[in-house]
C-alpha cells in the first residue's frame, strides 16, 4: 500500500504527462493506482486540447484594436 503523501501533485502529473517526470516519482506512479488513474485522466484531457481547432485573428486585427485604444495625453503645465 502506498503512503498518501507521496501521491503525485498536480505539477508532477503535468511533468509526467510532459515527460519530465523524475525517475524516483515514476516509480511511484507505476505502483499507485490512484496517481496513475489521475494521470491517464490528465493525458486523455491533453490528447482532446491538442485535437481542437486552432484559430488565428484576421489579418488586421491588431490593428483594429489598437485604433480603439484610448491613451491618455497629459494636461495643464506639468513638466518632469
Do not use: N, Y
Not at 517526470?21 to 494521470?39: I, K, N, Q, V, Y
Not at 493525458?43 to 488586421?60: C, H, M, N, T
Amino acid at each position: 500500500m502506498t503512503d498518501i503523501s507521496m501521491h503525485l501533485t498536480t505539477d508532477e502529473i503535468e511533468l509526467w504527462a510532459q515527460g519530465l517526470l523524475p525517475a524516483a516519482r515514476a516509480m511511484h506512479l507505476a505502483d499507485c493506482s490512484l496517481c496513475r488513474t489521475e494521470a491517464e485522466r490528465e493525458r486523455k484531457v491533453i490528447l482532446e486540447l491538442v485535437q481542437l481547432p486552432k484559430f488565428a485573428p484576421s489579418a488586421g486585427f491588431a490593428d483594429r484594436v489598437m485604433a480603439q485604444v484610448k491613451v491618455p495625453t497629459p494636461s495643464g503645465d506639468w513638466q518632469a
